[in-house]
């Protein structure tokens, strides 16, 4: 692990927040490994709009603010005076990072304002929005071929899904809950019942299947992601972390009211593995 005395600001802000792809950053080439900071702090900020907002309208204005910094950034405003927001100007008029795909990432953010997600369908679209979005925005930084995108977003949007079900208590204390209404209707519940109380009896069966359905997309993204080259793997690491996640979320032994296990030595084996090798 990176000394935390010797980070740059950006990344020691994904180390603090995002330590999981923080880690997978480190088996980029160097030169690269501040603009998948950067990212991942961008990523962090659109993830915390809902979090630290006190209504969904407040949230939309965050993710508004950040809309208008990339916009402005595109069209060559000022930079805005933020930690976050003046690197991404510099970035994307420098080049690294792509504007549109940037913008996407904060349109896929607004379903997290709604009342819930009602379908499985609008739930993967979610994902491979956000999580996926973000694998792809890192791909192209670390020249990942333009074939191996689509595999990237896949393996992305199955590192979302744990992450989702992963959070689940902490979702519920914020009165949310994410999962598809479409998933828990069958066991009688809503999302509002989750969020209320995900000890609920049928809350266990809903994320066991969304957990397989994880699994499928990391089948998904392994084979459309091609021959990736050695220097783009950071962009899929992530996924190693994910299949082991869903692994456990979708046996029968799993409580998903529980906080979920910290990430431990096998976790990190699994990642520096799979970039030592510069397999996913």
Not at 102 to 112: C, F, G, P
Request: proline share 8%; with cysteine.
């Amino acid at each position: 692990m990176a000394d935390p005395a010797a980070l740059s600001p950006l990344a020691a802000l994904a180390r603090r927040h995002d330590p999981d792809r923080f880690l997978c950053s480190l088996f980029a080439p160097a030169e690269r490994r501040e603009t998948l900071f950067l990212l991942i702090a961008f990523n962090h900020e659109l993830a915390r709009a809902r979090e630290a907002a006190s209504n969904p309208m407040a949230a939309l204005i965050r993710l508004q603010w950040w809309r208008e910094t990339v916009e402005g950034a595109l069209s060559g405003a000022a930079p805005r005076r933020h930690e976050v927001a003046g690197p991404l100007a510099e970035a994307l008029r420098a080049g690294p990072l792509d504007g549109a795909e940037l913008l996407a990432m904060i349109d896929a953010r607004e379903a997290e304002m709604e009342e819930e997600i009602p379908t499985g369908a609008a739930f993967l679209a979610y994902l491979r929005g956000t999580a996926g979005g973000l694998a792809v925005a890192a791909g192209r930084v670390l020249g990942a071929p333009a074939a191996s995108l689509p595999g990237l977003q896949a393996l992305g949007a199955a590192y979302g899904l744990a992450g989702v079900l992963r959070s689940i208590p902490q979702q519920a204390m914020q009165g949310r809950s994410l999962l598809p209404a479409e998933a828990l209707a069958p066991h009688g519940l809503a999302p509002a019942d989750v969020a209320h109380d995900p000890r609920q009896k049928g809350t266990a069966e809903a994320v066991r299947a969304l957990a397989g359905q994880g699994l499928a997309l990391l089948e998904e993204g392994r084979a459309r992601l091609g021959r990736l080259p050695r220097a783009a793997v950071a962009a899929a690491l992530p996924a190693r972390l994910a299949a082991r996640d869903l692994r456990r979320l979708a046996g029968a032994a799993n409580d998903p009211s529980q906080p979920a296990p910290p990430r431990g030595l096998g976790d990190r084996l699994a990642v520096a593995w799979g970039g030592f090798l510069g397999s996913i």
